[in-house]
């Protein structure tokens, strides 16, 4: 039985400033100190590499998403190119390292701002209030993730300028790694795991893929949004790592829990760290509504295809949302940031969304030549890198990440059985 199809609101508006709440929020504020442990100012080599690789497989994700403009993302698109069984670890992939980043988010989001004791009551709230936007229309979710949206950028405005005026040395100091060799100091190894965690940061432009079948004009829409979105988000990345390397050097970011609200506190302007730590919370919330939202949508799309219960299917008669899927992630969520603590997710999240994207490339590969936009060399790299960027993340994530691909497997190869058995 097919469920009914998603209300088309979306503008091309709404698509990019959803795809910039996804990824101008946790990789902002948590990925520089990873990045910079694994390969000190060589970060900046690795920030390159991850915009490379995110480039790649936007361009794909791009190519795919105009000739299938339904909710679902690789999902869909590994079902329909490369088969089932491809197409369902993709969705796999997406929904459990996503639920880690949306529960990590919401612990962020309380740490900012949660009195003592009140850490993961908050965080609650926070899931809760997020899902209800959500269900209540992709319209109001697009609006919020605006107001957001702007607000953060002016709080990171604010923690770059006001750094920088307090960095007096800081031109030198940014004069000397470019040329003393020290970019090189994490070594291949060090640069790729960098840009393996950074890549964190750019995964969010698949949220306009997997909300296609909200978009108005999709074909056009979702290409543009996904490309301008990314350019912007690697733009505002690339500003602040070079002011963050600069003015705190990299051992201190390294070392800080939140290097950019280090970098606001370390001016002369007392408000300025209150005014970051305020766009740090929103950040968070705006990653939040923008990944429940395709988490949601993703787990829709599952449903459609047999591979969840179909009841997840059911589209709300009066605001066109998926609302069971999104009250299951909700509740879902709900347990695990009453329960534990997932601030330390990126890895695995880089993982699970690097084999996402890795499938989303070979199903690139492998379209149809009438619908391909950017021929073969575009796929064939993407997917190249990915394998490279998996291969360089911490070996914990690696594991936890096989581990939890290979419990997917077993729950759908028991859920066919069952139903061959029916």
């Not at 998603?6 to 990925?31: C, D, E, K, Q, Y």
């Not at 880089?350 to 030549?369: K, P």
Request: hydrophobic share 60%; net charge positive.
């Amino acid at each position: 039985m097919s469920s009914p199809a998603l209300a088309r609101r979306l503008s091309l508006t709404n698509a990019i400033f959803l795809g910039l709440g996804s990824m101008i929020g946790a990789g902002l504020f948590a990925s520089f100190s990873p990045a910079a442990r694994a390969a000190g100012n060589g970060l900046l080599v690795g920030l390159a590499v991850a915009a490379l690789v995110a480039t790649f497989n936007a361009l794909s994700t791009a190519q795919l998403a105009a000739a299938m403009p339904q909710s679902g993302g690789t999902y869909l698109y590994g079902r329909r190119v490369l088969g089932e069984w491809w197409g369902f670890l993709a969705g796999w992939g997406f929904v459990i390292g996503k639920t880690a980043s949306c529960a990590a988010m919401a612990l962020t989001f309380a740490a900012a701002i949660a009195p003592p004791g009140w850490l993961r009551p908050v965080a609650v709230v926070a899931v809760v209030a997020i899902a209800l936007i959500n269900i209540a229309g992709v319209t109001r979710t697009a609006r919020a993730t605006q107001i957001i949206v702007i607000f953060v950028l002016a709080a990171i405005a604010i923690a770059v300028v006001s750094g920088l005026s307090a960095g007096s040395d800081s031109s030198s100091r940014l004069a000397g790694f470019l040329t003393d060799g020290s970019l090189w100091s994490g070594g291949v190894y060090g640069i790729l795991q960098s840009a393996g965690l950074l890549f964190f940061a750019f995964a969010g432009y698949a949220r306009v893929a997997t909300l296609g079948e909200e978009v108005r004009d999709p074909s056009r829409t979702i290409p543009r949004a996904i490309i301008v979105a990314l350019a912007v988000c690697v733009a505002v990345y690339a500003v602040v790592a070079v002011v963050l390397l600069s003015v705190l050097g990299s051992s201190a970011v390294a070392g800080s829990a939140s290097p950019v609200v280090d970098l606001a506190a370390s001016s002369d302007w007392p408000w300025a760290e209150w005014v970051v730590r305020a766009g740090a919370a929103a950040a968070s919330l705006g990653a939040l509504l923008a990944l429940i939202a395709g988490v949601g949508r993703t787990v829709l799309a599952m449903s459609r295809g047999g591979d969840l219960p179909a009841w997840l299917s059911a589209v709300h008669p009066r605001f066109s949302t998926p609302y069971r899927a999104e009250g299951v992630v909700a509740v879902v969520l709900v347990i695990l940031v009453s329960l534990t603590d997932l601030r330390g997710a990126i890895a695995f999240s880089s993982f699970g969304v690097l084999v996402y994207y890795f499938i989303a490339n070979l199903s690139a590969w492998l379209q149809d030549a009438s619908e391909r936009r950017f021929g073969r060399v575009v796929p064939t790299l993407g997917a190249v890198l990915c394998v490279l960027l998996v291969a360089t993340l911490p070996v914990s994530a690696i594991v936890t990440g096989v581990a939890v691909f290979v419990v997917g497997a077993v729950y759908r190869a028991i859920r066919l059985r069952r139903a061959i058995s029916a």
